[in-house]
C-alpha cells in the first residue's frame, strides 16, 4: 500500500486546516489508520487514530476536542480536521496504516507510512 499525505500549509493561530490521507496499492479496509507528527529532534508523536469500521477514534490529549480523524472508504481516505490550531500544533504530519482494526497510538504498531505534509502555525 501507498500513502499520500496532503493538505498542509500556513496557517494563522486559531485557523483550520485539512489534511488527507489518500491509500493506493493493495488496499484494505481491515485495518486501523492513524496521524502522527514529528518536528526536527524529536521523536514521532500519536496525533490521532481510527478503528477500521470508522466507529472507534482516540486523540492524543494535547488536540483532543480540536482535531477529528474520520474516514472515507470509498475513496479509500482518511481525514485530519485541525481547528483552533496552536503554534505548537506545527510539525510534519504523517498518516500511517495499523497493523490491528482497531488503531493504535503507538508506532511500532503501523506497517506503512505516508511521507508527510508540512503544518505551520504562524502566532
Known amino acids: 500500500v501507498q500513502l499520500q499525505a496532503s493538505g498542509g500549509g500556513l496557517v494563522q493561530t486559531g485557523g483550520s486546516l485539512r489534511l488527507s490521507c489518500a491509500a493506493s496499492?493493495?488496499?484494505?479496509?481491515?485495518?486501523?489508520m492513524g496521524w502522527f507528527r514529528q518536528t526536527p529532534g524529536k521523536e514521532r508523536e500519536f496525533v490521532a487514530t481510527?478503528?477500521?469500521?470508522?466507529?472507534?477514534?482516540s486523540y492524543a490529549e494535547s488536540v483532543k476536542g480540536r482535531f477529528t480523524i474520520s474516514r472515507d472508504y470509498a475513496a479509500n481516505t482518511v481525514y485530519l480536521q485541525m481547528n483552533s490550531l496552536k503554534p505548537e500544533d506545527t510539525a510534519v504530519y504523517l498518516c500511517?496504516?495499523?497493523?490491528?482494526?482497531?488503531?493504535?497510538?503507538?508506532?511500532?504498531?503501523?506497517?506503512?507510512w505516508g511521507q508527510g505534509t508540512l503544518v505551520t502555525v504562524s502566532s
Open positions: 496499492g493493495r488496499t484494505s479496509s481491515n485495518n486501523g
Open positions: 500511517a496504516r495499523s497493523r490491528y482494526a482497531t488503531g493504535s497510538s503507538q508506532v511500532k504498531h503501523y506497517d506503512a
Open positions: 481510527v478503528s477500521w469500521s470508522g466507529g472507534a477514534t
